[in-house]
């Protein structure tokens, strides 16, 4: 037996009654606060290894992201795309589907919405209210497709999801590449690997003159509602959930797995490819092979941390958001170069999928 | 035979939180005793097995083997004070081999030190020491451990062939082959956890032939068991637990049967009440020639016909893994047939969706993976199934209302506890979560109900109240299929009855005195493992 002294069992066990009494205080606030503070005092050791002074680092990082109306406005819109990727990623694994595959049917969304931005609009009357909503059906109609091909893959063939995602990344990277590098859609003075710039009626407006906000951060926020609503409130999200839960008790009450896997693949593809149509309507004109830093992949950490959870995404896809940003602050304020900015964005992702995902895999493997 | 004590418990409690799991237990165990430990599920059996076994460590109380007081931290430490345990759920590595199962046991062992060891047994010493040594190096070789598995069950008349794959075994030889696991580190005592349970009477035979001759060999049995007339069979003495507390110890034989049940239990066992009913009419199920493949695309199911009627349990008793599982889920559309047909109703539904809305029940016989979602609340399992969860939505959206009446009726009609609607269903004991399972699949009143090992695991009062829900189906004039390895369920419960053996289906109503006959249909008539 162990002799601890009396006073740090009675904590411990108060400690303990506390965590007991409020799981959702430990499940959604105590955990992350351990992964985030791991995570930030790991990369203040590095900064300072770098030799700059990571006080001065982060309050530089803080400032920009947070400290004007400008930089929260900025912050919203690094997120935006954090946020739709995470909710793909989200509601695909609370179906116990490993979709890996965000960032391609993020790209598919884009390269969609270019084809349209840049060939079909300039056919149809100069009016945004017919060319935006049409442009976003055709990016959630070719996110759909590319979400389907898996499900399809996994349902007949038993074909492992993550293996045939990742694949279908490399194919839709790939294929932008083709697309705008001497294929149809590259700009028409041929000069760079980019395409031409989208028809100004399918692009989205800004919503205040002095910084970039754009609706297509309402649509994503509404989206993370109606769909946590989903979740938790309707016969679909309960089947999504039982499937991803428990798939055999899901099977035996009567729930097709093969039919859920499906549509929530389709699902999960049309919200990061509307995701891909949204980023490049509101923000760059031009498709380019810069297009994504990896908002597929980082949404996997997205999801994790906001433990699945669709409104939570919302915190965390900001987290990620001003992450991005804070990083420019520290290169163009303290001097810190973009490697090491780069490689402590991959230490908190690290932190997080380390330990956010053991919880995830540990409920699951539980039974 | 002498008295000397083994292993004596002094006072031993475990608590879990305010949870007294074990308290203020005294126990001794002699040497060549076999001692049967009789409770309830939650009296406490399986914590104090693992105090001893060192899974647990208690939190008040000792230990002493042959005198000496100990201390076990963990299982390494009682294996190596010659205490061994067959679990109840095989602890065995079902793609390695019968010799490499051994082997990887033996190896983790560099010596014996410290264990108890008989004088007269200095040989039998010397060769499990030259075992650990032969299997305890870096390189295995195949040989060795197939020579000494041979030689081991040789010495003990454990018949079973080393290099047979664990999966390929049936039942009772995988449990030989837990057996000889312990022996082969020279286990002095042997817990067995409910060691019948997955057994033919046959098989039990076999088991007691293998613990008298442990018992002649000078070794002490622990006997963990509910099954009360193999207890006064095969024991010398039986202790007697109820909800954590020692009631009863005494010589076999001191108390009769009921005496010993009202000590279990606290009261006199109250009997299901049973109508005689013999009006069959109404043909519910109909399953023509079906024949369906296993998982590992054996014939499972072999031509199977079966009809079942209104107002009627049929039973089909088995031992484990004949195919009563696969036949189950092809019924409700889990597995493809290859051919043959089922009918429900008169009709052929296609799809658990389509059969379930039938007016199809189902109680599965694996309960925390087919059964309920272990991470859903309890509110959340009651919907678990297409026609609940279609009662209480309106255009897909679910009605927080409704679901929450619905859901505090049922807990409060199955007496679930705790009667909270809104915490996970895992934190539940085995019987709470069958009776969730109960509540979902019985409140309907469906037409036919599939009832798989509804009763595995549970105790002796919450088993009775399964049954009750059973034959209050039958009261209905619906129709049930109860598939049970428990050959005593089946008999109680069962009009018509059959038996499962090898994908075959036997009626064998006409058997169901004779528990000899049934044992061998049970086991295809052809024995080898007795």
């Known amino acids: ?367 | 035979m002498d008295t000397e004590t083994v292993l004596e418990l002094q006072n031993i409690t475990k608590t879990f939180g305010d949870l007294v799991a074990v308290g203020n237990v005294n126990f001794e165990l002699q040497v060549g005793e076999i001692h049967a430990i009789l409770g309830e599920n939650g009296a406490g059996k399986s914590t104090l097995m693992n105090l001893i076994y060192g899974l647990y460590e208690p939190t008040d109380g000792s230990i002493f083997i042959s005198g000496i007081k100990k201390q076990f931290k963990t299982p390494r430490d009682a294996i190596a004070n010659g205490i061994g345990m067959v679990h109840q759920h095989f602890m065995l590595v079902e793609n390695l081999t019968v010799a490499e199962n051994i082997a990887l046991t033996v190896s983790q062992f560099s010596s014996r030190s410290g264990a108890i060891m008989p004088e007269n047994d200095a040989e039998s010493q010397q060769y499990v020491d030259r075992n650990i040594a032969a299997l305890s190096r870096f390189r295995y070789k195949t040989d060795d451990a197939v020579q000494i598995t041979e030689s081991l069950s040789k010495h003990y008349g454990l018949v079973v062939d080393p290099n047979a794959l664990i999966r390929s075994l049936s039942v009772g030889l995988k449990q030989r082959v837990e057996i000889l696991k312990a022996l082969a580190v020279d286990a002095r005592i042997l817990i067995l956890d409910e060691p019948t349970a997955v057994l033919s009477p046959q098989e039990v035979k076999g088991l007691f032939n293998i613990l008298r001759r442990l018992q002649e060999d000078n070794r002490s049995i622990m006997f963990i068991s509910h099954k009360m007339k193999e207890v006064l069979e095969i024991s010398d003495r039986i202790t007697v637990l109820r909800l954590g507390e020692k009631v009863y110890n005494g010589k076999t034989g001191e108390l009769s049967a009921r005496g010993l049940a009202r000590e279990m239990l606290g009261e006199e066992l109250t009997e299901i009440e049973r109508i005689e009913n013999n009006t069959t009419n109404g043909l519910v199920l109909n399953i023509s020639s079906l024949t369906v493949q296993g998982n590992r695309g054996e014939m499972a199911v072999k031509d199977v016909s079966l009809q079942t009627f209104r107002g009627e349990i049929v039973g089909i008793a088995g031992v484990d893994g004949n195919g009563q599982r696969e036949l189950a889920e092809t019924v409700m559309g889990l597995r493809p047939t290859v051919g043959g047909k089922v009918e429900i109703l008169g009709k052929q539904p296609i799809g658990t969706k389509n059969i379930r809305q039938c007016g199809v029940g189902y109680i599965p016989e694996d309960r925390r993976t087919m059964g309920i979602i272990p991470t859903f609340t309890i509110a959340e399992n009651l919907l678990l199934n297409v026609p609940h969860l279609e009662n209480v939505a309106n255009w897909g959206v679910i009605d927080q209302t409704i679901k929450h009446h619905t859901s505090t009726e049922l807990i409060d009609a199955y007496d679930i506890r705790p009667p909270i609607a809104d915490i996970p269903t895992a934190t539940l004991s085995g019987g709470n979560q069958q009776k969730i399972v109960l509540a979902r699949e019985i409140s309907p009143q469906p037409d036919l109900l599939i009832a798989v090992n509804p009763t595995r695991g549970l105790d002796i009062n919450a088993a009775q109240y399964v049954h009750k829900n059973l034959l209050a189906q039958r009261e209905r004039k619906k129709s049930v299929l109860l598939i049970s390895t428990e050959l005593d369920e089946v008999l109680k419960m069962s009009d018509r009855l059959y038996v499962m053996s090898r994908g075959e289906l036997i009626e064998a109503t006409e058997h169901r005195d004779d528990i000899e006959a049934l044992g061998l249909l049970m086991t295809g008539e052809t024995d080898t493992d007795v």
């Open chain 1, 1 to 367: 037996m162990y002799n601890l002294p009396a006073s740090y069992q009675k904590g411990k066990l108060y400690y303990k009654k506390i965590l007991e009494k409020y799981p959702r205080l430990v499940q959604w606030v105590v955990v992350p606060m351990f992964i985030l503070s791991g995570a930030f005092i790991t990369n203040g050791l590095i900064i300072l290894l770098c030799g700059y002074n990571p006080i001065q680092a982060y309050s530089a990082a803080l400032n920009v992201s947070f400290g004007s109306i400008t930089g929260i406005g900025e912050t919203l819109v690094k997120s935006t795309p954090f946020l739709m990727t995470g909710l793909s990623v989200a509601i695909a694994f609370r179906c116990g589907i490993w979709n890996i595959g965000a960032e391609g049917q993020f790209l598919m969304g884009a390269l969609s919405a270019t084809w349209f931005g840049t060939k079909i609009a300039t056919l149809l009357p100069n009016t945004s209210w017919i060319a935006i909503p049409l442009c976003l059906t055709l990016a959630v109609l070719a996110g759909g497709i590319w979400g389907v091909i898996p499900a399809i893959l996994k349902v007949t063939r038993g074909v492992n999801e993550v293996i045939s995602t990742i694949m279908l990344n490399y194919i839709a990277i790939h294929f932008v590449s083709l697309m705008i590098d001497g294929g149809p859609l590259q700009e028409a003075s041929k000069t760079g690997p980019q395409s031409d710039p989208i028809a100004h009626w399918v692009s989205l407006p800004r919503l205040f003159d002095s910084h970039r906000v754009h609706p297509g951060i309402g649509i994503a926020v509404v989206l993370a509602i109606i769909l946590t609503f989903v979740l938790f409130r309707t016969t679909f999200g309960y089947q999504i959930r039982a499937v991803g839960e428990g798939a055999a008790a899901a099977e035996a009450a009567g729930f097709s797995v093969a039919h859920n896997t499906i549509r929530v693949f389709c699902l999960s593809g049309a919200l990061a490819a509307l995701g891909g149509a949204i980023e490049l309507m509101a923000l760059t004109p031009r498709l380019s092979d810069s297009f994504s830093p990896g908002y597929g992949y980082t949404a996997i950490a997205v999801a994790l941390l906001a433990k699945l959870h669709p409104l939570l995404t919302i915190a965390t896809a900001l987290l990620f958001g001003a992450l991005s940003k804070g990083s420019f602050a520290m290169e163009a304020e303290v001097g810190i170069s973009k490697q090491v900015t780069w490689m402590m964005q991959a230490i908190i992702l690290l932190f997080v999928i380390g330990l956010g995902s053991v919880q995830i895999f540990q409920k699951r493997t539980s039974k």
